[in-house]
Each structure stands twice: as structure tokens, then as C-alpha cells.
């Protein structure tokens, strides 16, 4: 009924091709962070895009028909989105079943979430971080989709109650829209702290408590529903104060030069804080941390940017706005942009693993290339059929000809069949698959994990939670008289008092992945996750002071941060009196703290007579079959190859 009847706001093509710039930026910054380091406020950018379009065809129906109807609109909403998400899930719970079997237990939790739209709740509730770059996530990009279909719930609802106090009122709605805007921009301010982002314990102040649960600040207010929802609200107030269907009478819908110059304004905002922002950046000497324009007004400058964009694109006599995004390419892409948006991340993640990994040029042109297919397969045979009915219309069809025993020739019940054991069998096997699978950690959290029982925590900050776990994992912590269990079940007793470290290799998850070998071998070994340079110095520091450094310390660290050349100062003033301190370089592709640290340690050997630096770079270049597919952790072959190279490099072979 309602839903069939013209709509007042029409069909603007230059709102598709707003759409298209902010997808864009999305793949972009998919692909390879240090291209466009900002672009994933393209997302940003479609919440505006969805508030301003939602409340204007609800505003509009209000108008026309004098109320709205909700069952219609949810209707419209499910028939747009929910085939190509359903075929998306579908696609990648197959995949996974045949090629990452590993991953189903993780994958089960993530389809779950996807399927209710609650994913970005779901992320924040266990903790796997947007931001992480190591692990295997097809489905990390559905948590703004949870956002946009909580908000098509509720908003309709919303409207319907406001849209009942009369049009009168539209202009007092619109300020509490920005209001809101605004209230949202300064509770993130508030909400959100400085500084490095590490775990619950090294950080406290990074966390905050969320259903009883610890979640991290900066996963809540990225990902979460209220403090994400400042654009739409942005894009709602627009829609109550520039009404397309009125533009074309009003003075103002004459100065299409004005809008074209407000379009300039806003897109070159875009472009800068898309060049200039970033998710979260890198201190040096302690690791990653939010970035701080970002979550304290910058999500808000790019909300009032895109309502800048979007006022231009929709308005009647703006004509350099309609040509550069009216225009054939830019709606081609836009009517894709949310099937583009769906399957481009499981296409570069199904190629690359893991999610920091950048892409090069050449990949990225294939995997987008690849990426447009999968959207116009599905944009021609899953959306469109749905949406305007044709699929229903062939549902019917078939049913008939089943009740009016009709004959079918056979080949074309051959063809059927075998549709049918495709569309049937291969998902059956993939969703048993799914369901029954066991959670795993990947291959990397997996080495790690069976590498902490090798490591000796030399500072014992957690001596005390040792003593009372029985926890196998727990890192060893040394303890004044007890006997300290190493890696390969070897048992020695170690004390403050006079007992030297022979060998005593720190480092981070790099060597934490080959700390087994490397205690087989006669070393004992410190290292953690996520360590910056600067730990080195704690530890060789309390070592020196208890009288326990031997004659060789190893470190390999920098993987996680840059360094400063005085911090290697400060560790080789505590370490002048060692007669070996073997450095490793680090290889970190695509980050460029790589070149940053391993320039600073290739120097030591210069400045330092003790100093020897072994070039873990080089030497990873030339055995990439040593390494994950992220091409900076150990496999098992790589732990045993390096831990080796090591001890030969310390004459301990």
C-alpha cells in the first residue's frame, strides 16, 4: 500500500556517488593502512548517509500518507539488506569448512552475532580488538551494519511518536538531533584516555567495566551502538531542516553555485582528516594507543563534513556536484557500495590471513577486481530478485508447477537437481561444520601458548599469583630459593645470590615463539608479548643490581614500537661490562618501524665493542617458509632454525 506509492524524496543519483567515495575509502584503507591511513571514516560517513536518508523517507511518508507504517518500512529494510548478508555468511562458513577448519569454533560465535546484528556488542563483549593485526576475521567489518540495523529498529519507532507532535515541531527536533550529536561527541571526549593501550593489568586505566565485564575504552566507544551513533543523529537533523522535495521551491534551491562551494569545503575536509586521522597510532618506546583527535571531536568534524557533502548532493541546482558524483561510475558504484562493502574484507582476508597485512598494488587491484564480481553476482541474482520481487514472483512459479503437474523435460530437471545439491549440500555441510566445531586459537596465539611454560619472568612482578596457580602456562617467575621449571621439563634451581645467567636472551612474542628451543639449548628466556625496547632496560637493570648477568644477553625486540637510540644507550651503560650483547633486527614488513629500529640497532656495533647484532631481517627475507603467513612469527621449523643461529652467534652452539 504505502510502500507502493511514489516516494516524495525520489532518486538522487549523487547520493550514490557519496556512497561510492565513502566505500572507497573503506577498501582503500582495507587494503593497506599506510595508503589511506583515515579511510576507515567512510563509515562514518554512511551512518550520516543512513540517518539523512531513513528520517527523510520516513518524513516524507509521514507527509504523504499521514502517518507510518512500520511493517512496511522494516519490510523494505530486511528485503535490502538481509540476502546479501545471509549469502555472505553462507559463502564464508563454506569456505572456512573446506579451507580454514581451524577457525569454525572462533567463526560459530562471529555468524551468531552477524545473524542478530549485535556483532559490535559481541566484539566489544570478548575482546577481539578491531585493531588487532594478527588474526584470521572475515566477518571484523559487519559491526557497522549491527550499528545501522539496531538504529533502523529503533529509529522508525522514534520517529513515529516525534512525527505525531506535528510539523510544527520538526524545527525543535532537529536541534535536540544535534544536540544529541554533540552530548554523543563529548561523553566520547570524556569517556576515552590517553596513552598506551596495553592488557587489563598494565593498563587499567584503558578499561572500563561493561556488564560486569572489563572491556577496553577504545573497542567501546569505536565499535559501540550509542557513542558510534553521533552521524546519524547528524544526518537525522539534516533530513528535518533540508527536505529535497522542497529545495526545488524555496530561495534557497536557486543557489546551486553556494552548494557547490559547500560540497568543495566539506570534501576537502573528508580528504584531510582521511589523510591525517588514524584508528590508533604507535608511541614510541611503548606501543599503541588511541588516537586522540580522533575520539575527541573528530568523529564529530567528520559527521558535519559528510552533512556538508550531502546537502550539496541532494540539492536541485548544484550542478558540479551532480557531474562529479551523479555521474555513470560513481552511481555504478554507489547502487554496490553495501554488496562491495560485504565481501570485499572476506576477499582480502581469504588472500592474506591476517588482518594487518597490507597489499600490494598488484593484489589489490585483482582482490578488488574479484571483490566487484562477487557484487554484481550478487547485486544481479540475490538483491535485485529479493527486492523487487522476482525471486517471489519464481517461487510461485515453481509451486505451480508442481500442483498443476506440469511436465518438465530432462534436462531441466537435471539442471534443478543439480542446484538443488549445491544450494542444499554444501551449505548443510558447512553450517554442521560450524556447529559442531571445536574453538581453537590460531596458529600464532597457539605457538605462543605452548611456548609460555619456557619462559622465566626475570622481574617476578607476578610472583605472587605463581605461587598460588597451578596453571602450567604461567610464566616462570625466579624466586629467591624455589626450583624454577624451564621448558623441555629440565629443572634447575636458581637463586639471587650469586648465581649467574649464562646466556639470557629477552626479547617479545618473536622469541616467546621459539623460547622451548631456545631453553633446550641452554638459554634462559624472558620475553612477552607486545614488549617494547624499553622493558629490556628493567630487566637488565634489577639483574645487574642482584649480581646475576652473566657473560651474554640476547635481545631481540622492537617488533611492537619504535625505539630512540637513547634507550639503546641507557641498556648499554647497564650492560658495558658484559662481554656479549647480541642484538637481533627486526622484520616487521610493511611497518615502518622496521626501518626505524633496525637502522638504530645495525649502528650499536659502531658505538659499542660487546655488541654484535645478528640481521634477523635479512635472514627472514631470504626463509619466508620460516614464518606465518604474517611474516613476523615463528613456525616450528623457523623456532628450531633461529634458536640455533642464536647460540651459534653466542658461541653456544
Given at each position: 500500500?504505502?510502500?507502493?506509492?511514489?516516494?516524495?524524496?525520489?532518486?538522487?543519483?549523487?547520493?550514490?556517488?557519496?556512497?561510492?567515495?565513502?566505500?572507497?575509502?573503506?577498501?582503500?584503507?582495507?587494503?593497506?593502512?599506510?595508503?589511506?591511513?583515515?579511510?576507515?571514516?567512510?563509515?562514518?560517513?554512511?551512518?550520516?548517509?543512513?540517518?539523512?536518508?531513513?528520517?527523510?523517507?520516513?518524513?516524507?511518508?509521514?507527509?504523504?500518507?499521514?502517518?507510518?507504517?512500520?511493517?512496511?518500512?522494516?519490510?523494505?529494510?530486511?528485503?535490502?539488506?538481509?540476502?546479501?548478508?545471509?549469502?555472505?555468511?553462507?559463502?564464508?562458513?563454506?569456505?572456512?569448512?573446506?579451507?580454514?577448519?581451524?577457525?569454525?569454533?572462533?567463526?560459530?560465535?562471529?555468524?551468531?552475532?552477524?545473524?542478530?546484528?549485535?556483532?559490535?556488542?559481541?566484539?566489544?563483549?570478548?575482546?577481539?580488538?578491531?585493531?588487532?593485526?594478527?588474526?584470521?576475521?572475515?566477518?571484523?567489518?559487519?559491526?557497522?551494519?549491527?550499528?545501522?540495523?539496531?538504529?533502523?529498529?529503533?529509529?522508525?519507532?522514534?520517529?513515529?511518536?516525534?512525527?505525531?507532535?506535528?510539523?510544527?515541531?520538526?524545527?525543535?527536533?532537529?536541534?535536540?538531533?544535534?544536540?544529541?550529536?554533540?552530548?554523543?561527541?563529548?561523553?566520547?571526549?570524556?569517556?576515552?584516555?590517553?596513552?598506551?593501550?596495553?592488557?587489563?593489568?598494565?593498563?587499567?586505566?584503558?578499561?572500563?567495566?561493561?556488564?560486569?565485564?572489563?572491556?577496553?575504552?577504545?573497542?567501546?566507544?569505536?565499535?559501540?551502538?550509542?557513542?558510534?551513533?553521533?552521524?546519524?543523529?547528524?544526518?537525522?537533523?539534516?533530513?528535518?531542516?533540508?527536505?529535497?522535495?522542497?529545495?526545488?521551491?524555496?530561495?534557497?534551491?536557486?543557489?546551486?553555485?553556494?552548494?557547490?562551494?559547500?560540497?568543495?569545503?566539506?570534501?576537502?575536509?573528508?580528504a584531510v582528516c582521511a589523510a591525517v586521522f588514524r584508528d590508533v597510532v604507535e608511541i614510541t618506546n611503548v606501543g599503541p594507543a588511541g588516537y586522540d583527535v580522533l575520539f575527541r571531536g573528530g568523529f564529530l568534524l567528520v559527521g558535519v563534513a559528510s552533512v556538508a557533502v550531502i546537502a550539496a548532493a541532494v540539492h536541485p541546482t548544484a550542478t558540479m556536484t551532480h557531474a562529479l558524483l551523479g555521474n555513470r561510475v560513481m552511481t555504478y558504484v554507489g547502487q554496490r557500495s553495501y554488496g562491495l562493502y560485504l565481501y570485499h574484507w572476506p576477499v582480502f582476508q581469504m588472500y592474506r590471513r591476517f588482518a594487518g597485512k597490507g597489499l600490494t598494488p598488484y593484489e589489490f587491484v585483482l582482490l578488488v577486481l574479484l571483490s566487484l564480481a562477487l557484487t554484481e553476482l550478487s547485486y544481479r541474482y540475490v538483491e535485485l530478485p529479493v527486492r523487487d520481487g522476482r525471486f517471489g514472483e519464481w517461487w510461485r512459479n515453481r509451486r505451480e508447477e508442481r500442483r498443476s503437474g506440469v511436465l518438465v523435460d530432462q534436462a531441466t530437471r537435471r539442471r534443478r537437481a543439480g542446484m538443488v545439491a549445491i544450494g542444499v549440500v554444501l551449505p548443510a555441510f558447512a553450517l554442521v561444520s560450524v556447529a559442531t566445531a571445536d574453538v581453537k586459537l590460531n596458529d600464532i596465539s597457539q605457538s605462543l601458548a605452548d611456548s609460555e611454560s619456557a619462559v622465566v619472568n626475570v622481574l617476578g612482578d607476578s610472583a605472587a599469583d605463581s605461587a598460588g596457580s597451578n596453571d602450567e602456562s604461567s610464566p616462570t617467575t625466579i624466586d629467591e630459593s624455589q626450583p624454577v621449571v624451564i621448558g623441555g621439563g629440565v629443572t634447575q634451581t636458581t637463586t639471587l645470590d650469586g648465581q649467574l645467567i649464562d646466556v639470557l636472551a629477552i626479547g617479545d612474542s618473536v622469541m616467546l615463539g621459539a623460547a622451548r628451543e631456545l631453553t633446550a639449548r641452554g638459554a634462559t628466556v624472558d620475553a612477552l608479548k607486545s614488549r617494547s625496547v624499553r622493558q629490556a632496560l628493567e630487566i637488565v637493570n634489577y639483574l645487574k643490581s642482584v649480581r646475576r648477568l652473566g657473560s651474554i644477553v640476547v635481545i631481540h625486540l622492537g617488533t611492537n614500537s619504535t625505539t630512540t637510540a637513547e634507550v639503546f644507550d641507557e641498556i648499554m651503560t647497564t650492560l658495558a661490562d658484559t662481554p656479549l650483547v647480541l642484538f637481533l633486527t627486526v622484520h616487521v614488513p610493511s611497518e615502518p618501524r622496521q626501518s626505524i629500529n633496525n637502522r638504530l640497532i645495525n649502528a650499536l656495533p659502531e658505538r659499542y665493542s660487546n655488541v654484535k647484532v645478528l640481521d634477523w631481517h635479512d635472514i627472514a627475507s631470504q626463509y619466508p617458509e620460516y614464518l606465518y603467513s604474517d611474516q613476523t612469527h615463528l613456525r616450528p621449523a623457523g623456532s628450531r632454525f633461529y634458536a640455533d643461529l642464536i647460540m651459534q652467534a653466542v658461541g653456544r652452539l
Open positions: 500500500m504505502s510502500d507502493k506509492r511514489p516516494s516524495l524524496l525520489g532518486y538522487l543519483p549523487a547520493l550514490d556517488g557519496v556512497r561510492a567515495l565513502a566505500v572507497i575509502a573503506v577498501i582503500v584503507y582495507h587494503a593497506n593502512k599506510k595508503w589511506l591511513g583515515g579511510g576507515f571514516l567512510g563509515v562514518e560517513v554512511f551512518f550520516v548517509i543512513s540517518g539523512f536518508l531513513i528520517t527523510s523517507l520516513l518524513i516524507a511518508e509521514s507527509e504523504r500518507d499521514g502517518g507510518i507504517s512500520l511493517k512496511q518500512f522494516w519490510l523494505r529494510r530486511a528485503r535490502r539488506l538481509l540476502p546479501a548478508l545471509w549469502m555472505l555468511l553462507l559463502l564464508v562458513a563454506v569456505y572456512c569448512s573446506i579451507f580454514e577448519r581451524d577457525t569454525l569454533g572462533n567463526l560459530r560465535g562471529d555468524i551468531v552475532a552477524a545473524l542478530v546484528y549485535g556483532f559490535n556488542w559481541f566484539q566489544i563483549w570478548v575482546g577481539t580488538s578491531y585493531f588487532t593485526a594478527f588474526d584470521f576475521v572475515p566477518l571484523r567489518h559487519l559491526w557497522s551494519l549491527a550499528v545501522e540495523e539496531q538504529f533502523y529498529v529503533i529509529w522508525p519507532v522514534l520517529m513515529l511518536v516525534l512525527m505525531k507532535l506535528g510539523r510544527r515541531r520538526l524545527p525543535v527536533i532537529g536541534v535536540l538531533f544535534v544536540a544529541t550529536s554533540l552530548a554523543i561527541a563529548i561523553f566520547t571526549a570524556v569517556t576515552y584516555r590517553s596513552g598506551a593501550i596495553g592488557t587489563v593489568t598494565d593498563t587499567p586505566e584503558q578499561f572500563m567495566a561493561f556488564l560486569g565485564q572489563p572491556v577496553a575504552r577504545v573497542d567501546f566507544l569505536f565499535l559501540g551502538t550509542f557513542t558510534r551513533a553521533g552521524g546519524l543523529f547528524l544526518g537525522a537533523a539534516l533530513a528535518v531542516f533540508w527536505r529535497p522535495w522542497l529545495l526545488q521551491t524555496s530561495p534557497i534551491g536557486t543557489r546551486g553555485q553556494l552548494l557547490d562551494g559547500v560540497f568543495l569545503l566539506g570534501f576537502g575536509a573528508l
